[in-house]
């Protein structure tokens, strides 16, 4: 299995201030399956970049906010 | 459980316990050297119908208790996965098929030694049965590397 993206993401948090929205309600929102939001979330998937920026637009938020890179993680960076 | 899991659950399923018993039956007729085209067309034929009648319905009601379409389209995680389970499963197939190719020499000479009767007619039997026999295989892995994509996933 690859390792995972160097990419963090507070989709968690979000959807807790956002008065506990579940995955399945993400998921309708953004046009994908609850499991595909869950492995977003676990960081175990990264999604396109339309993806992201509809899962940020559902917030209200950057996609900075939702998404951060860590490239500092990275070998021979 | 996405809806496309429990199809490829279902799909692997069907076709270990169909077509396992369909492959199992050529492969005891060809032992007793006793292979008739005819009666292994009729099975094959009876073998796809019940494969169908069974999936069909399952994937229905799959649907029905998971409150999910029948059909849905897929997501970008989906068609990641199934791009990656049809590339690995065409490429198997593609190898299989060249080893079929080489095989019929082997194949041909097994005919002419033990179906004196008719060689020309078992060796296209054994052939098309081998084609089949590598196409199932590459489908039903397909289907698995798809469930596992989706347990890695999960």
Same mark, same amino acid.
């Given at each position: ?67 951060? !890179? ?8 | ?7 490829? !659950? ?16 050529? !492969? ?77 020499? !082997? ?48």
């Amino acid at each position: 299995m690859p390792p995972p993206p160097p990419i963090t993401n507070t989709i968690r948090r979000l959807r807790f201030d956002h008065g506990e929205m579940t995955q399945q309600e993400l998921a309708d929102r953004i046009g994908m399956t609850r499991q595909t939001v869950a492995a977003i979330e676990q960081n175990k998937y990264s999604p396109s970049l339309e993806a992201a920026f509809r899962i940020a637009e559902v917030f209200g938020v950057e996609i900075g906010v939702v998404f951060q !890179w860590k490239a500092a993680d990275q070998p021979g960076r | 459980m996405t809806m496309r899991e429990r199809v490829a !659950w279902i799909s692997v399923v069907t076709s270990l316990v169909i077509f396992g018993y369909y492959f199992a039956s050529v !492969w005891m007729d060809f032992s007793a050297r006793t292979l008739d085209g005819d009666a292994l067309f009729w099975r094959f034929l009876k073998c796809f119908g019940v494969a169908v009648i069974i999936m069909l319905p399952a994937s229905m009601v799959g649907a029905y208790l998971g409150g999910e379409k029948f059909d849905p389209p897929p997501d970008e995680l989906e068609r990641v996965i199934e791009a990656r389970a049809n590339r690995v499963g065409l490429a198997v197939l593609e190898v299989a098929i060249v080893g079929v190719v080489l095989l019929s020499v !082997w194949i041909s000479d097994i005919a002419r030694a033990d179906f004196a009767a008719d060689p020309a007619g078992a060796t296209a039997i054994m052939l098309v049965n081998l084609l089949l026999f590598v196409t199932a295989s590459a489908a039903v892995l397909r289907e698995v590397l798809t469930i596992i994509a989706y347990r890695r996933f999960a």
